[in-house]
């Protein structure tokens, strides 16, 4: 089970790559990333309610009364991480928000794994660990300072906006974790999903009408009909990388499964960069960039077999 969610975790992290460029043109045609978003939690949702429906496993959204609140709560992160980047990506710019993301994610779940918290089994702190959570970490810098451009981003001036990306970064390994928590609570992964993602659509009805009294654009659903097909496909994504999250960090551990995530992640947007898929510019990609993502990835592979 344990090999299984290695290549699980980074093809889930791949898929936050396309999510990505899949839920830029949903926010293209419906001339709202907020609307987009909503739309796209709410399919996510829908999809693992029907597997939970086709796999006989709708009756354990009865014990939902029974799980501690605070269990129930995963779901916001989504709806927190996704604003996040709508926010901090014409601020900070896309590179550099990620690789504050990636510094966040790692040090939370390096920290559920050393305390052992929200119901992940404690690791003694490794020299091991530590490397590689600190490869990680100079990976995603490098990453950051491979993009012409980035460095400059990142000032003190900033530093409301990059504290918001480190937080937006931490609560993903949380949600997995409490996710993981709930699925304890209803003995199986789907309703889990459905009802995380039913959360992050409720958020989402929060943040929505806020961001038109902020005075961000008004939706518009004509232009899903000349949408491409793979618009859509945002939400298989994220249903793919949320159930993926809660049910391998049980098993390998929040580090290891956020560093594969990271990897999968890093390694796809090179290919879309690279070939300018889903209709985004080609880029050159650097050799620091480079050298940033196998550093990553050595790091990943460090802390999960040292």
């Given at each position: 089970?344990?090999?299984?969610?290695?290549?699980?975790?980074?093809?889930?992290?791949?898929?936050?790559?396309?999510?990505?460029?899949?839920?830029?043109?949903?926010?293209?045609?419906?001339?709202?990333?907020?609307?987009?978003?909503?739309?796209?939690?709410?399919?996510?949702?829908?999809?693992?309610?029907?597997?939970?429906?086709?796999?006989?496993?709708?009756?354990?959204?009865?014990?939902?009364?029974?799980?501690?609140?605070?269990?129930?709560?995963?779901?916001?992160?989504?709806?927190?991480?996704?604003?996040?980047?709508?926010?901090?990506?014409?601020?900070?710019?896309?590179?550099?928000?990620?690789?504050?993301?990636?510094?966040?994610?790692?040090?939370?779940?390096?920290?559920?794994?050393?305390?052992?918290?929200?119901?992940?089994?404690?690791?003694?702190?490794?020299?091991?660990?530590?490397?590689?959570?600190?490869?990680?970490?100079?990976?995603?810098?490098?990453?950051?300072?491979?993009?012409?451009?980035?460095?400059?981003?990142?000032?003190?001036?900033k530093l409301g906006w990059i504290l918001l990306a480190l937080?937006?970064?931490?609560?993903?390994?949380?949600?997995?974790?409490?996710?993981?928590?709930l699925r304890a609570d209803l003995g199986t992964p789907f309703?889990?999903?459905?009802?995380?993602?039913?959360?992050?659509?409720?958020?989402?009805?929060?943040?929505?009408?806020?961001?038109?009294?902020?005075?961000?654009?008004?939706?518009?659903?004509?232009?899903?009909?000349?949408?491409?097909?793979?618009?859509?496909?945002?939400?298989?994504?994220?249903?793919?990388?949320?159930?993926?999250?809660?049910?391998?960090?049980?098993?390998?551990?929040?580090?290891?499964?956020?560093?594969?995530?990271?990897?999968?992640?890093?390694?796809?947007?090179?290919?879309?960069?690279?070939?300018?898929?889903?209709?985004?510019?080609?880029?050159e990609i650097s050799g620091l960039r480079f050298a940033g993502?196998?550093?990553?990835?050595?790091?990943?592979?460090?802390?999960?077999?040292?």
């Amino acid at each position: 089970m344990e090999s299984l969610f290695i290549p699980l975790s980074l093809i889930a992290g791949g898929l936050l790559t396309v999510q990505a460029g899949a839920n830029g043109q949903l926010a293209k045609a419906v001339a709202s990333p907020f609307a987009a978003t909503t739309i796209q939690v709410f399919i996510a949702g829908l999809l693992l309610l029907l597997i939970a429906a086709f796999t006989g496993t709708v009756t354990a959204f009865g014990r939902l009364p029974a799980a501690p609140w605070w269990h129930l709560a995963g779901g916001m992160a989504t709806a927190l991480y996704v604003a996040s980047t709508i926010l901090l990506f014409p601020r900070l710019g896309a590179v550099v928000s990620v690789g504050l993301f990636i510094a966040g994610q790692m040090v939370a779940s390096l920290g559920l794994d050393t305390l052992g918290q929200l119901g992940i089994a404690p690791k003694p702190v490794t020299s091991a660990a530590l490397l590689g959570t600190l490869a990680v970490l100079l990976g995603a810098v490098a990453i950051v300072f491979g993009q012409k451009a980035a460095a400059r981003d990142l000032s003190l001036s900033k530093l409301g906006w990059i504290l918001l990306a480190l937080i937006a970064g931490a609560v993903l390994p949380i949600q997995g974790a409490l996710n993981g928590l709930l699925r304890a609570d209803l003995g199986t992964p789907f309703p889990v999903g459905a009802f995380s993602f039913a959360i992050a659509t409720l958020s989402m009805l929060v943040v929505l009408p806020t961001a038109l009294l902020a005075g961000t654009p008004k939706p518009q659903l004509g232009g899903l009909s000349a949408m491409p097909w793979w618009g859509w496909i945002g939400a298989i994504c994220g249903a793919t990388y949320v159930t993926t999250m809660f049910t391998a960090i049980p098993v390998i551990g929040a580090a290891t499964t956020v560093g594969l995530t990271v990897a999968g992640q890093q390694v796809t947007s090179l290919f879309v960069d690279r070939q300018g898929w889903f209709r985004l510019p080609k880029r050159e990609i650097s050799g620091l960039r480079f050298a940033g993502v196998a550093l990553l990835l050595a790091g990943v592979a460090i802390i999960k077999f040292l």
